[in-house]
């Protein structure tokens, strides 16, 4: 089992930043990848981002693109989101989900694609 739990959410005005942290324990070793999604009220939930597990490869929603940074952190088993020029859409629910499987093509983006999830921080951005 993979245990996740991220950080660093809050309430935060328009045009501002919040770094999201994802903290993993447990077998971490089974993980290939990790991703984030969010979902606001009464949305589905999406995917904003991708990150293998060694670092080297990222991808993200187009919403996001060029606003937020995904990254590894030094002690590894951390993930971090870096969300700059923050919006009011962007506000929702925001969770780190990791995969102990490979992904293929664009897999990455389907959240029935991830094996474990934390439980999800609140990114709230005022106007």
């Known amino acids: 089992q993979v245990q996740l739990v991220e950080s660093g959410g809050g309430l935060v005005q328009a045009g501002g930043s919040l770094r999201l942290s994802c903290a993993a324990s447990g077998r971490t070793f089974s993980i290939y990848s990790m991703g984030w999604f969010r979902q606001a009220a009464g949305k589905e939930r999406e995917f904003v981002a991708f990150i293998s597990w060694s670092g080297g490869t990222t991808y993200y929603a187009d919403s996001v693109k060029g606003r937020f940074t995904v990254s590894r952190g030094a002690a590894k088993n951390t993930v971090y989101l870096q969300m700059n020029s923050l919006k009011p859409e962007d506000t929702a629910v925001y969770s780190c989900?990791?995969?102990?499987?490979?992904?293929?093509?664009?897999?990455?983006?389907?959240?029935?694609?991830?094996?474990?999830w934390g439980q999800g921080t609140q990114v709230t951005v005022s106007s």
């Open positions: 989900a990791a995969s102990a499987s490979q992904f293929y093509g664009t897999g990455y983006v389907f959240s029935r694609n991830y094996d474990y």
